[in-house]
């Protein structure tokens, strides 16, 4: 049971969002004129409203847990080696933050550059968007950390072998994503690889700091495309 009700809580909370964000403009507030950071705003606020349900219910499981979970943690903790993701033997997590948030960022840039490539932008939107970008950028990272890494990583620490905690949130954190962008299986592969690395950065250093951060500029990027996309 210990095991299975974060799992549980976490699985109900994505199927929750996936269908709630469909009718996010129908049931939310009419914030601005602009149809996108209206949406996002209720969006967001939806987000966070399962994110702090979400970091409640991890309270109740493993509140000690979770109060180390939410602190920065050790930036200079050690980080484990994974050969896929490029982290040696006797590297750092500042040194495998650092790497990791340069190499993900390009990734991202990279598949939302091909995203915007043969669609007329209007680069000139960045001078007014850039403020929500960042904010809902902010948000979005925020809220997501608690959910798929609080939400997971507090309640099973000690219950389950780390790997395994990594991949639960791993999985749970790519089917979150299957709408997103890139959507389909594209985007459910690659929310999971980060959310595998992200998972393990919060058990290594024993706080959110570096889930948060390189989640946070991998938003800066996807919003930051999605709104000169929509905002013409």
Not at 34 to 47: G, K
């Amino acid at each position: 049971m210990k095991v299975s009700i974060p799992i549980t809580i976490a699985v109900l909370i994505t199927i929750s969002i996936l269908i709630l964000s469909k009718h996010v403009s129908k049931i939310g507030v009419a914030w601005s004129s602009n149809s996108f950071i209206n949406y996002q705003i209720n969006y967001q606020l939806l987000l966070l409203a399962f994110a702090l349900l979400s970091a409640f219910c991890a309270y109740l499981l493993n509140a000690e847990s979770l109060r180390t979970t939410l602190s920065f943690g050790n930036l200079f903790a050690k980080a484990e080696p994974v050969e896929f993701f490029g982290i040696k033997e006797g590297d750092s997590w500042m040194k495998t933050g650092i790497s990791l948030s340069i190499f993900i960022t390009l990734v991202t840039g990279g598949f939302m550059y091909f995203q915007l490539k043969g669609t007329p932008i209007d680069y000139s939107l960045l001078k007014t968007g850039i403020f929500w970008i960042v904010l809902f950028s902010i948000t979005n990272a925020f809220s997501e950390e608690l959910i798929y890494r609080v939400g997971i990583n507090a309640p099973l620490h000690g219950l389950l072998t780390p790997k395994t905690i990594f991949l639960i949130s791993a999985t749970i954190f790519g089917i979150a994503h299957i709408q997103g962008m890139p959507n389909g299986i594209i985007g459910v592969v690659l929310a999971g690889l980060l959310g595998y690395i992200l998972s393990k950065s919060v058990y290594e250093t024993n706080g959110l700091f570096w889930a948060w951060f390189i989640h946070f500029l991998q938003d800066v990027v996807i919003i930051g495309a999605l709104y000169l996309i929509n905002s013409k």
